[in-house]
């Protein structure tokens, strides 16, 4: 435990959180292989058809759990111990990192379907909530308030997604890039040490 009073140790959390987020950006992994090829000398095109959404959804889950998977690890590391409070909003952190692969599941199937957009943006959205709520809080004992412009920046571009989603769910796939641009705002704000959201 921490040397302070009621205080624990942030890195205890760190083989859960790194089980949790590899069977997120793994677990549709799993399902590729039982769908079935319909001739019997298939071509680029069948593949394609076959398994070009669930691959776009794998992509997808791998990339955004491990580009907050990063942003976890360094806050773990930037803060290494936290109260109570910190330990609940990081296991909700991990409940919701949890659903990635249901939401990017549905999403690379019916990614033109306005509820499943809206649902995978609003996952999409908080998880960069709380991994914002998470730095705020890891930020605020030493007022290092830099460490929070790649966070801010990803949570406000993944919440406009959110309500861009339902009004023009297709338009949501140019919004979303623009979160990979925080390491850049990071690396600015922490002279040049690259950090993602």
Not at 67 to 91: E, I, K, T
Not at 158 to 176: D, E, K, L, Q, S
């Amino acid at each position: 435990m921490a040397n302070r009073l009621g205080a624990f140790e942030m890195r205890r959390l760190e083989a859960l959180s790194n089980t949790i987020f590899g069977v997120a950006m793994t677990l549709l992994a799993y399902d590729l292989p039982k769908q079935k090829l319909m001739v019997a000398t298939p071509d680029w095109h069948a593949i394609a058809a076959v398994y070009g959404t669930n691959l776009l959804a794998l992509l997808l889950s791998f990339v955004i759990a491990g580009m907050f998977w990063f942003s976890h690890q360094r806050r773990l590391a930037y803060a290494p111990d936290g109260g109570r409070a910190a330990v609940l909003v990081n296991l909700l952190d991990l409940l919701s990192i949890i659903l990635l692969p249901v939401t990017s599941g549905l999403y690379g199937s019916y990614s033109q379907a306005r509820d499943v957009a809206t649902l995978y943006a609003f996952n999409l959205a908080l998880i960069a909530t709380i991994n914002l709520v998470l730095w705020v809080m890891a930020a605020a004992p030493g007022r290092h308030w830099q460490m929070l412009g790649a966070p801010a920046f990803s949570a406000l571009v993944f919440v406009v997604a959110f309500a861009v989603a339902p009004f023009a769910p297709g338009f949501i796939t140019f919004i979303w890039p623009l979160a990979f641009i925080a390491p850049f705002f990071a690396a600015k704000a922490n002279g040049g040490d690259g950090e993602v959201s």
